[in-house]
């Protein structure tokens, strides 16, 4: 676990005070930053993603979302230390929505280090037909209307996502290629990562919590943030303060992403 790509991820996300260091814990959710899928050019799809019916299963749906994750924290990982992560295909469902097709696939990760289970991880990831030309977005829900305890404003631009994407070592085009992003998945500009939006919800609640660490962490992501657009990072405390929910607004309000947080 390179401590300089945790330097770099610091860095990206203006986080204050020093990095983490060797020997430290790895920040929740910082592991997206490691474990990288490497393969060649001639076996990557024109998305810019590792062709499909590889790892992942080819089922004539060439759009793919993370849609969201859920994840049990047991203990951190040391930044330094050696960790390996085994990657399974846990579940295939098929289902026939509004705009065609889609299929929904879950991934499981198990991240380890020597002395045993460190972070479980369940993906959501789904995959839908082509764009259709013309096709009206699907309706924004309103973010929750009571007042967060917590927020913070954020104005993503192109070097944050080109940042982010060279750290995870994603080649989705869509975070970069705005010709690509626009005339063929039909969005108007850059899309912000999902996991980022799902990093930033995590970051703002151990911020306003002190050293407490995390139990258990699930986000779900429904509209897209894009580029040119500001978002806020909301939060307030439940049950007491034991859980933090959690949420994206878009600059117009409508709801991008929501998560809950257990604390231990």
Same mark, same amino acid.
């Given at each position: ?11 990206? %996300? ?41 790892? %992942? ?46 299929? *929904? ?48 404003? =954020? ?11 060279? %750290?995870? *070592? ?48 699930? *986000? ?12 806020? =990072? ?11 929910? %959690?949420? =994206? ?16």
């Amino acid at each position: 676990m390179d401590p300089a790509r945790a330097e770099a991820l610091h860095a990206t %996300l203006g986080r204050p005070g020093p990095p983490p260091a060797a020997g430290g814990p790895l920040p929740p959710l910082w592991h997206w930053i490691y474990f990288w899928s490497i393969a060649p050019m001639a076996e990557l799809g024109p998305d810019g993603h590792l062709a499909l019916g590889r790892f %992942l299963p080819d089922m004539g749906l060439p759009r793919r979302m993370w849609a969201g994750s859920r994840f049990t924290f047991h203990r951190s990982l040391s930044l330094g230390a050696p960790a390996e992560r085994r990657s399974t295909i846990a579940d295939v469902v098929s289902k026939e929505g509004r705009s065609g097709p889609l299929a *929904f696939v879950t991934v499981q990760h198990r991240l380890s280090d020597a002395d045993g289970l460190c972070v479980e991880e369940q993906q959501d990831l789904v995959f839908r037909s082509a764009q259709k030309p013309g096709a009206p977005p699907a309706p924004p829900k309103p973010a929750p209307s009571n007042g967060p305890a917590w927020s913070r404003r =954020v104005t993503p631009d192109p070097v944050l996502l080109f940042r982010y994407s060279a %750290l995870t *070592f994603n080649g989705h085009r869509i975070h970069y290629d705005r010709d690509f992003a626009c005339d063929t998945e039909g969005y108007p500009g850059l899309i912000v990562h999902g996991p980022l939006l799902g990093l930033l919800m995590c970051q703002l609640a151990m911020d306003e919590n002190g050293p407490r660490r995390p139990a258990g962490y699930r *986000f779900r992501l429904s509209q897209p943030i894009f580029a040119h657009q500001n978002f806020t =990072v909301a939060g307030s405390p439940l049950d007491g303060g034991r859980e933090a929910e %959690l949420w =994206v607004q878009n600059e117009d309000g409508a709801l991008a992403a929501e998560g809950n947080l257990t604390f231990e």
